[in-house]
């Protein structure tokens, strides 16, 4: 109820808790209360005022204390809901102090991590590069011992440790690129040893003979056998194919030699029997005899037709271990373990002339292509020339130190080879019998030797794995090795040349192509000696200057002559582009320096005239000044653009070797024979301090890259650096053995590198002068020392004739030598530092591709290495072969078939190495083929040089 007068139904009164109809009643019977019905509904209400206050009061009061409960209620509510935070705020603290705690944690082991990543990796990386240095000083030690396969193999490992290093990729692409590998074309495999192979004439078969009692025949071009395998009970010494091609003929242990088709392999069912075994069997030049010999100390002669035996029996006391014909078919000579070779009439048997005693067991013997002589190689150590006709011997004893197995005329008949189980090979004079060169060395006894159809080449076969080619007029190893994976028997070339094959102790018959050959560098010839070569900016023309009066322009893809030659009326010292290479220009002893258009060689009317010889001429960085320097102990500056001289002569005591402008073109300074390097201001030719004195003449001067020092080298064994504001030398002076020709600062200012006449190049700290790496060391003078345009290397040039390129930090040598005829004045690379120009007292001026791969898939380079030499290293360094040589060029082939030629990257490189010898590009960044080479060697007269380079060529026929 609300407290005021008022009714309520008596129904819904009665349904409040506590109240009932009895109570109801009695506070009516007390008139507090009072019943009536309205509208039909029975209600009651307070009939009494002051219990109306009372109860209003009642309520007030007790609605004040509900309040008070409800507030105290929502105090303690509020109290306890303020705890919960309180204490949930406190363990969100603590949470949050906990994930600050567990972020600290976690960022710092996060760090920990990363920094444990990035150690470890960078400790990987260190040890990676700590073993591909292991590996290239292997690879060095081979170099130098001749062993290039291991040189290879440990170069391909190196390069895939550390690929960024550039020491042993610089190396390994250089020496593929510039020897003259010899990899298969053809491997076929017997059951056992090869014995021997041989070429039929024509050159399209290869006929083996095997320790497997079977000799087969291989499709050259295929490399596939054909026809059936010609078995023997026993293994077979030798087989020969008859002077027309037709027949085969074998030599077996089994006792017989037997006739073959050459075609098919079939049996002819011609069987020549002797006691004993057969060591070997020969046609006769006419193909209609054959000879054999025999353990058993007999020498027979059969028709080839019959196979019936016929003349005398040719009787030695011991076994006989090789019979021949002479050239013209008319005698025989015979070798045998009696000490003895025998000479005997080819029809009748009967013995000519006396015997050629030896002091051991005679192992070969055979006639000159004349037929006049005969050489024999025996176990008493020794070979021996011997009159063909009367036994008489001619000539010194050919002597070494161990047997000699075997002995061959060269072709030409001018000289002899031999072969001996003391692991060399020599060359002889087949006349006198006098060495022609250095004993040919190999780490196993050598079997045999060949000579090429045109004797330049000699061919070896040793028990060390390798066959070999040689030089037969230097004496010199070139190309690699031909390798087995036992010892090689025999080799053999084709009648053309071109081809070798091997036959070896591993059960394998390798064909190898040998047809040559790199070049070495393109050549641009002069009539007389090359003073100077410079690239132009961009590297695709080239200037020379010559002592034939001459300055010339060349392309430098093709080695092509632009252009009109550049004439002076006496010999030319210096030719210099321009910056921007639209102009020459040309110093001359005959007092002049000259302007040329740099494009097409035409003269620009422009003479700067000296009183005497004008031995530097240089553009300013910016094209429009010339400065020169003469003999007559001055130098100028110079317009370019009209050549009317600029400023006061600069002056020395006498004459001046060198001038060069600063980089920024403010400044000039000149090195002189009057001791003294002198600055000069470049656009008045005022002196600006004091001559930069030494104790002797000064051959060079230049500016560091920031302009703020000069470089000088002297002829007293020094060079020094110099403040250029100062004027004074800075530190202490970088010494020599003797005279300093150059010195030369790095890109960067922070190296020098020099060059003396001590046989050495230098690298130096500039900031202390102190020595860095190992001295860069040629077998003469160095004449220069430059760095690459990246500082990573520096090129050199020497009076020993070779140019060579080393490691910028450690003074390692990063190629082999490239070699001109002779001395070497000067050597530069190009812009981007793939090529390198050199002039030469050869009359020549050449340009040798030196990094034709900088970028592009590295791990091809090694993959190729191995692939050409049949090997890789295992990760114990220990060499092994190559599952499937043949397989893994194919597929780089394969995988590089269509890069583009003449870029610098491994695709283009690999593609390149891989081409036909006889058609590719001279070098891998050329444009100019073999072919055109050829042509333009043949042009200038130099036809016996491309005979030796490039024997059997077409174009040389």
Known sequence: MSGYRNSEAYDNAVGISGVDAVALDDLVKCRVLRVEERDGIKRIELIHDVLTEVLRKSRDQRNILEKQRQSEQERIEAEKREQIASEALKVSKRRGLAFLILTVVALASSCWGWWSWWDAKESHKKAQHALAMADFREAKQHY??????????????????????????????????????????TIFKHKAAVNMAAFSPDGRKVVTASQDNSARLIDVKTGQPFGAP??????????????????????????????????????????????????????SPDGKRIVTASKDGHVQLWDAQSGIPFGDLMLHKDSVNSAEFSPDGTRIVSASEDNSVRLWDANTGKPLGQAMMHQGDVYFAQFSLDGARVVTASEDNSA??????????????????????????????????????????????????????????????????????????????????????????????FGGEMTHLNDVYSVQFSADGSYVVTASEDSSVRLWDVRGGRIQGLEMLHR????????????????????????????????????????????????QFSPDGQRIVTASSDNSARMWDGKTGKALNIAMIHNNSVTDA?????????????????????????????????????????????????????????????????????????????????????????????????????ANIWDVKTCQALLAPMIHQSSVNSARFSGDGNRVVTASVDNSARLWEASTTKPLGEPMVHRNTVNSAEFSPDGKCVVTASVDNTVRIWDAFTGKPLSDPMVHRQSVFSAQFNADGTRVLTASNDNSARIWDVFPVLSDNAGLLPNLAEAVIGYRLTELSAIEPLENQLEALSQIRKETESATFGEPTSSSFARWFLSDPWTLTVSPLSELTVPDYIQQQLAAGRRSEMESQFPGHPLLK
């Open 618 to 718: 240089q553009f300013s960085p910016d094209g429009t000044r010339i400065i020169t320097a003469s003999l007559d102990n001055s130098a100028r500056i110079w317009d370019s653009n009209i050549g009317t001289p600029l400023g006061e002569v600069m002056q020395h005591r006498s004459a001046i070797n060198s001038v060069r402008f600063s980089p920024d073109g403010r400044q000039v300074v000149t090195a002189s024979l009057d001791n003294s390097t002198r600055l000069w201001d470049a656009f008045t030719g005022i002196t600006l301090c004091d001559p930069l004195m030494s104790q002797g003449s000064v051959s060079s001067a230049e500016f560091s890259p920031d302009n703020s020092h000069v470089v000088s080298s002297s002829r007293v064994r020094t």
């Open 528 to 575: 007389d000696r090359v003073n100077s070569a410079e690239f132009n900016f961009d590297g695709t023309s080239v200037v020379t200057a010559s002592n034939d009066h001459t300055a010339l322009l060349w392309d430098a893809k093709t080695g092509i002559k632009q252009g009109e030659a550049m004439l002076h009326e006496n010999q030319v010292n210096t030719a």
């Open 230 to 283: 010609m078995i023997h009970q026993k293994q077979i010494y030798t087989a020969q194919f008859s002077p027309d091609g037709v027949l085969v003929l074998t030599a077996s242990e089994d006792n017989t030699a037997r006739l073959w088709n050459a075609d098919t392999g079939e049996s002819l069912n011609i069987t020549l029997t002797q006691q004993d075994e057969i060591y070997s069997a020969r046609f």
């Open 144 to 185: 130098e011992g001749n062993n290039l396969t291991e040189a290879l193999a440990h170069l391909a490992h190196s390069v895939r440790l550390d690929p960024e290093w550039i020491s042993s990729r610089a190396l390994l692409v250089n020496l593929l690129q510039q020897k003259n590998w010899q990899f298969p074309t």
């Open 384 to 477: 021996r020339l011997w009159d063909a006709f009367t036994g008489k011997p001619l000539g010194e004893k050919m002597p070494h130190l161990s047997d000699v197995y075997f002995a061959q005329f060269s072709p030409n008949g001018q000289y002899v080879a031999t072969a001996s189980e003391d692991k060399s090979a020599r060359l002889w004079d087949a006349y006198s019998g006098k060495p022609l060169s250095e004993a040919l060395i190999h780490d196993g006894y050598v079997y045999e030797v060949e000579f090429s159809p045109d004797s330049k080449r000699l061919a070896t076969a040793s028990g060390d794995n390798n066959a070999r080619l040689w030089d037969v007029d230097s004496g010199k190893a």
